[in-house]
């Protein structure tokens, strides 16, 4: 009897058990047919013209610390018509909830640099941007507009107290990308340094759709894509805290897929997740549509020299001539008529240059007549004339010397009055001079 009770008490036992893991089994099937359901209905979502993502550039920020031709010699390495969607200054749930309504709409992705203090307050909506799948990164605790001019220590806290609030709000510390970008993009090297210290990549901006100016969102998408059109890629700056942006978001998205555009989704490398490898010309900031930055030639192996096309100048090229060891220079004639004395007769007129000259050198030996000292003569040095609008008394006065650049020119300047100073001749003519009997070969000194 006791056996049998016993064995009764087994056997309920067991079938509780079995009950049990059969309800854990409907459940686990449940949650993962809901996890389907789930992921089939937001790909149900996305529509099949979508503009969605490209692809996914992973960045080192080690290897490239600051991006962003607005202010620096490099950005991402964006092929032509790629995009790269940024906002700054949020989240703000009442217009951030609503640009994520239209991301999710279109399956497209973006960087959102959010400031600690709105995170602070608005945690869900940074969740929201986390969950999915945008990247999360820092715009600084209060969003001063003193970073040009701050001290080092109070950037760092502005900073880091970004990035607390961001791991705090997120719940993990691998969530924040290590990107940064200076309010009001005003930067100073010595907290780009830091910030290249911490491993933590400074952005800037390609193209800049002036959504802070308080400009309607036609002219917000206007400006936008005319610009991108303009620069044929880059990074694109939003703000999500103007209803404007909100508005103009859709339009801007149906304009890049309209005209050819591509999202590019930046992301950071992690120990399994590598850099994307990228050619470095494409990391060149600034370089014309189409065309290569370096190299643009490649020399050929094997191929024959160019032959010089002139040749190099010799002394011989300047009317040197070595005979011997001593150096004789040719000379041009001067080409002055010569007065003729009383009763000479008249002398042959002179043929102006050019014209046959004589050389101490043969003319065979293709040397040509070096100007000399006394090809050129200062004589009568011409003034400047008067101005043509007459100059004010005050900025005549200004000009006179002062007292003491007077003194300086006499010891007594100050009592006698000084000297009046030498007037400068003003510029050269050029005359020919008589020239010298002499062609002898000069002396070496």
Known sequence: MIYDLGRASAEAAYNAIMVRNMRSAVAACFVLASVIGLGAARAAECPPDALGVSRTLVVDPSEHPRVGSAQYPESLPLKDHEVVLTFDDGPLPAYTNRILDTLASECVKATFFMVGRMVQAYPATVRRVYNEGHTVANHSLTHPFTFHKMSVDHAAQEIEGGFD??????????????????????????????????????????????????INNREITRRAISRLEARGKGILL????????????????????????????????????????????????????????????????????????????????????????????????????????????????????????????????????????????????????????????????????????????????????????????????????????????????
């Not at 009568?380 to 900025?395: A, V």
């Open 165 to 214: 609030a961001l791991r705090a709000a997120l719940g993990d510390p691998k969530a924040v990308a290590p990107f940064f970008r200076f309010p009001g993009l005003l930067r100073q090297t010595a907290v780009e340094q830091y910030l290249t210290a911490h491993n933590v990549m400074a952005w800037s901006v390609d193209v800049m759709a002036d959504d802070w100016t308080h």
């Open 238 to 445: 939003l703000h999500d805290i103007h209803a404007a942006t909100a508005l103009a978001l859709p339009d801007i998205l149906k304009e890049l897929k309209a005209r050819g555009f591509k999202i590019v989704h930046v992301v950071p490398a992690t120990p399994d997740r590598p850099e994307t490898v990228a050619e470095p010309e494409l990391w060149a900031a600034r370089h014309e549509r189409g065309t290569n930055v370096w190299p643009r030639l490649l020399p050929v192996v094997g191929a024959e020299p160019a032959e010089t096309a002139l040749a190099a100048p010799a002394p011989a090229s300047f009317g040197i001539e070595f005979v011997g060891s001593a150096p004789k220079v040719a000379l041009a004639q001067t080409f002055e008529r010569q007065a003729a004395s009383d009763g000479e007769a008249a002398r042959p007129a002179i043929t102006p240059w050019p014209g046959a000259a004589s050389y101490a050198v043969p003319v065979e030996g293709q040397i040509l007549p070096v100007p000399a000292a006394y090809n050129f003569k200062y004589s009568r040095p011409f003034h400047l004339g008067p101005t043509e609008k007459p100059i004010e008394k005050h900025r005549v006065a200004a000009r006179r010397p002062s007292r003491a650049r007077s003194t300086a020119q006499h010891p007594f300047g100050w009592f006698f009055g000084a000297p009046p100073a030498r007037q400068r001749a003003y510029g050269h003519q050029l005359s020919v001079a008589r020239h010298p009997t002499n062609l002898a070969s000069p002396q070496v000194r």
